[in-house]
């Protein structure tokens, strides 16, 4: 008696998951019209596979009525969540597409589906709709990228990826 078993189905359910995880979706940041009285400073800096960024604020934390709130401490029962953004300039994320893809691609242990899947991703950045990651629209704008928490690397709410272009 034969055996029948559902090959298309684990590669089909595989390539989706994958093609899920990794399909991009626009996001845009409006300018806005309000005015503050602070300052906000921004840095990052990354090594090897570790992204660190920072923000710092400074300044009022008058309400509309002119009245200062006083002091602003964060609550005390948040927590980070399992995955935030960042943003990463054109040059950046081009490095960090091309590292993965060449990660995947030249890894004797990742499935046909995963090296297709990737290649795709990568297509659609350096020779697709975006034409060599947006390099020559770099002032216009970042890329935004999906980060994960290390603390909860093992959360399923860490595996949704997402990366996205903003602009003015």
């Known amino acids: 008696m034969h055996e029948l078993r559902p090959k298309g189905r684990v590669f ?26 602070t ?12 992204l660190e960024s920072r923000i710092t ?3 009022s934390a ?9 002091n602003v401490t964060p609550v005390g ?8 953004y960042e943003s990463v300039s054109a040059a950046e994320f081009k490095k ?22 990737t290649g795709r991703f990568r ?3 350096k020779d697709g709709k975006y034409k060599d990651y947006n ?13 994960q928490n290390p603390n909860r690397l093992d959360d399923p709410a860490a595996f949704t990826v997402v990366s996205c272009r903003s602009g003015s």
């Open 12 to 37: 089909t359910v595989g390539a989706l998951a994958t093609t899920c995880v990794l399909l991009p979706s626009p996001a845009f940041a409006d300018h806005g019209t309000g005015s503050s009285d």
């Open 96 to 117: 960090k597409v091309e590292g993965e893809y060449d990660e995947v691609v030249n890894d004797p242990q990742q499935p046909n589906y995963a090296k297709s899947t």
């Open 62 to 70: 008058r309400g509309s009525g002119g009245k200062s709130s006083g």
């Open 77 to 84: 029962n948040w927590t980070p969540p399992a995955r935030w």
């Open 135 to 147: 390099l020559d629209d770099a002032d216009e704008g970042n890329w935004w990228v999906s980060v």
């Open 123 to 125: 297509d659609i950045y």
């Open 57 to 59: 604020y400074s300044g």
């Open 39 to 50: 300052s906000v400073n921004t840095s990052a800096k990354r090594s090897g596979h570790a």
